[in-house]
């Protein structure tokens, strides 16, 4: 079984740089699942429902979320579909959608769980580890994939060490930089802190570089623009067809 996860994707330039690649990274890498976190995708904030239908298209099999999640109200659209291959965090309480889907591939399930870190979060949120591990524990799956959408690289690397021979993958994903951290835990686990973000290279995590200067320097705060110039795309493709789990980081640059 090998599974392509794809980093934050962030915006227009996000969007442009994977459908560019996507097929390049299908022969190249030959994955059964491809999974992208989408929370940025609609100009940084949530997602639309033709950015959906566009990702889907392009052969994706299931989107996940994350802190920006219901920022586009087309989200509840979505969410009104069982069916729909998106899941937010699970951590969230009382909301619509659901924080973790089945996959199947020929004879294999692949479960997929999202969710939200609560270090530096302004959100009110329940458990991540808990929920994490009780889904893991009480679903029948084969594999087992964990988006962990959180700000703290110690809360990340917690979670990987609890759910060590618990989950198949943990991966860090939110700050849109990618760590240079991805190993096998000594359980079995495979683990990256952030597999960083898909969108412009230049900007300040997508954002445009003097607005986000400017605040610095003023304090002053407004509506983030998504930077232009350059992009990158950042994934991880995950190999668990080998006598042991392996996990290798993808970085392609764009124009």
Do not use: C
Request: charged letters at 20%; a negative charge; glycine letters at 10%.
């Amino acid at each position: 079984m090998k599974i392509l996860f794809i980093g934050d994707i962030y915006g227009e330039p996000g969007r442009r740089i994977l459908l560019q690649n996507i097929e390049k990274l299908k022969t190249e890498y030959k994955p059964n699942l491809i999974i992208i976190n989408a929370e940025n995708s609609a100009h940084g904030r949530g997602i639309t429902k033709k950015i959906y239908k566009d990702l889907m298209s392009a052969g994706v099999n299931l989107l996940t979320m994350g802190n920006h999640t219901f920022a586009n109200t087309q989200i509840y659209d979505l969410f009104e579909d069982d069916n729909i291959n998106i899941i937010r965090p699970i951590n969230y309480s009382n909301v619509k959608g659901n924080g973790y889907k089945v996959i199947k591939y020929n004879d294999k399930k692949v479960l997929v769980i999202n969710a939200l870190g609560r270090t530096f979060s302004n959100f009110s949120l329940e458990n991540p580890f808990t929920q994490i591990k009780g889904v893991i524990e009480t679903v029948d799956h084969d594999y087992s994939i964990v988006d962990f959408h959180a700000e703290a690289t110690s809360e990340k690397v917690a979670l990987g060490h609890y759910l060590d021979g618990i989950a198949s993958a943990v991966l860090g994903t939110h700050t849109h930089i990618p760590t240079a951290d991805e190993r096998l835990l000594p359980n079995g686990t495979l683990y990256i802190t952030d597999v960083g973000m898909t969108g412009p290279l230049n900007g300040v995590i997508g954002v445009d570089t003097d607005l986000i200067v400017s605040r610095f320097l003023n304090g002053v705060s407004g509506p983030n623009v998504v930077a232009e110039g350059p992009t990158w795309l950042n994934g991880v493709i995950l190999d668990f067809g080998s006598k042991a789990p392996t996990i290798k980081r993808i970085q392609i640059y764009g124009e």
